[in-house]
């Protein structure tokens, strides 16, 4: 009687364990279902993180740039260091520029004090730009000083032609009213310039006009 009674609870319990099993599974219809909705959603996209680069054209500076790998889309990545642009670079390339201009705009000002200067030029023979100029000379000086940029190559052609190894002190056209002086720079750093000086016949001294465009000349440096 007690062995019956063992194995009837031993059956209640097996079939109590049945019905809480087939409670909990899921039903076939809701699993479908929920593999459905799944296919439909888009992927996980990674989280963005922003990193410190360096532009190594503008020089060091803190550019954001998104990446993968984060959850924070402006926070920099964690011991990532932040580079502080170096303004110093800048002022290192656009200084020696503005000193070699300011230079070249002295002598400019400097040349234009010689009795009866009304226009100096300095400019490169081989583009026929004007570098600096100034004064009014009744015509247009750029213009004027790339024209004598041929003046000056077809010299120095002509000279390398005949073998001649010696410099060009200067270039002299006159006309029925002016002087054009052309001084041939030939020093370190300056070979290929020249400088144009136009004078009025009536008020200029020739030979001082020449002497103080070669010393003018002589302290022009690039």
Excluded: C, W
Excluded at 90 to 101: A, F, L, N, S, V
Aim: proline share 6%; hydrophobic share 45%; glycine share 8%.
């Amino acid at each position: 009687m007690a062995v019956f009674g063992r194995r009837r609870r031993e059956i209640d319990v097996a079939n109590t364990r049945a019905e809480s099993a087939d409670a909990a599974a899921p039903d076939d219809d809701a699993l479908r279902a929920l593999e459905d909705l799944f296919s439909t959603l888009p992927p996980p996209r990674p989280a963005l993180r922003a990193h410190a680069l360096v532009d190594r054209d503008a020089g060091p500076a803190l550019l954001p740039t998104l990446t993968p790998g984060g959850d924070d889309p402006i926070a920099p990545t964690p011991g990532t260091p932040l580079i502080e642009r170096d303004t110093s670079l800048d002022r290192t390339r656009t200084e020696p520029q503005g000193e070699r201009m300011a230079q070249l705009e002295q002598s400019v000002q400097e040349l234009l004090t010689i009795d009866g200067a009304v226009g100096v030029a300095i400019a490169d023979s081989a583009s026929g730009m004007a570098l600096a100029q100034g004064g009014h000379p009744a015509f247009d000086l750029g213009v004027a000083a790339a024209g004598n940029s041929n003046v000056v190559r077809a010299k120095l052609q002509t000279m390398k032609e005949l073998g001649i190894a010696s410099r060009i002190d200067d270039i002299l056209i006159t006309l029925d009213d002016q002087y054009h002086l052309i001084n041939v720079l030939s020093s370190s750093g300056t070979e290929g310039l020249f400088v144009y000086l136009v004078l009025d016949k009536a008020k200029a001294n020739l030979a001082l006009a020449r002497h103080k465009l070669a010393t003018v000349a002589g302290q022009i440096t690039i």
